[in-house]
T-cell receptor, first 113, second 114 residues
Framework: AQSVTQLGSHVSVSEGALVLLRCNYS??????LFWYVQYPNQGLQLLLK??????LVKGINGFEAEFKKSETSFHLTKPSAHMSDAAEYFC???????????FGSGTRLLVRP | DVKVTQSSRYLVKRTGEKVFLECVQD?????MFWYRQDPGLGLRLIYF???????EKGDIPEGYSVSREKKERFSLILESASTNQTSMYLC?????????????FGAGTRLSVL
């Protein structure tokens, strides 16, 4: 069975500070991994994905994530937070060729001026 | 760009009412999904449709049904709404042969059942 754990339901950073959102997964098959972002009153938008190949994945809006198989992690980072990054972030996992996405419980990012 | 449109952003219904949530996608995707989003629980899959008239239960199908008569449209039905179905509902679609399993989401419908 697959599962996703996001550490911290809320993360608060100052504008310009490093953003680190944590995601750990469990999967019995090689995983596909995703980060989605949800801005207030909107649906989910894909930030980035890992399927195969390079383990450091770059996404939109300056975000990136690194797939670490040995740690079963896929943490999301951004070097410098912007006020517009305030949103809820979801990590998700699926098996290759599986239709099903398993989502974590989400992390709400707050950015302080 | 893929567009997934949910017909209502906000709905208020009474207990016992039959409720229809509609979702339309414009990219000829075969696969469509209905999720429920609750604080602290992330997104949970209610139903999945892999083609017209084909459906499969997700993780929390109780109290819900679905309809897919046309490829572009996927409806979620609450036969008799209850207060514990107050939630945000998100529709998604996925491209055929979706080995990378990227799903595209609508803006959501926030349903309140009184």
């Amino acid at each position: 069975a697959q599962s996703v754990t996001q550490l911290g339901s809320h993360v608060s950073v100052s504008e310009g500070a490093l953003v680190l959102l944590r995601c750990n997964y469990s999967s019995s098959v090689p995983p596909y991994l995703f980060w989605y972002v949800q801005y207030p009153n909107q649906g989910l938008q894909l930030l980035l994905k890992y399927t195969t190949g390079a383990t450091l994945v770059k996404g939109i809006n300056g975000f990136e994530a690194e797939f670490k198989k040995s740690e079963t992690s896929f943490h999301l980072t951004k070097p410098s937070a912007h006020m517009s990054d305030a949103a809820e972030y979801f990590c998700a996992v699926s098996g290759a060729f599986s239709y099903k996405l398993i989502f974590g419980s989400g992390t709400r990012l707050l950015v302080r001026p | 760009d893929v567009k997934v449109t949910q017909s209502s952003r906000y709905l208020v219904k009474r207990t016992g009412e039959k409720v229809f949530l509609e979702c339309v996608q414009d990219m000829d995707h075969e696969n469509m999904f209905w999720y429920r989003q609750d604080p602290g629980l992330g997104l949970r899959l209610i139903y999945f449709s892999y083609d017209v008239k084909m459906k499969e239960k997700g993780d929390i199908p109780e109290g819900y049904s679905v309809s897919r008569e046309k490829k572009e449209r996927f409806s979620l039905i609450l036969e008799s709404a209850s207060t514990n179905q107050t939630s945000m509902y998100l529709c998604a679609s996925r491209a055929p042969g979706g080995s990378k399993n990227i799903q595209y989401f609508g803006a959501g419908t926030r349903l309140s059942v009184l």
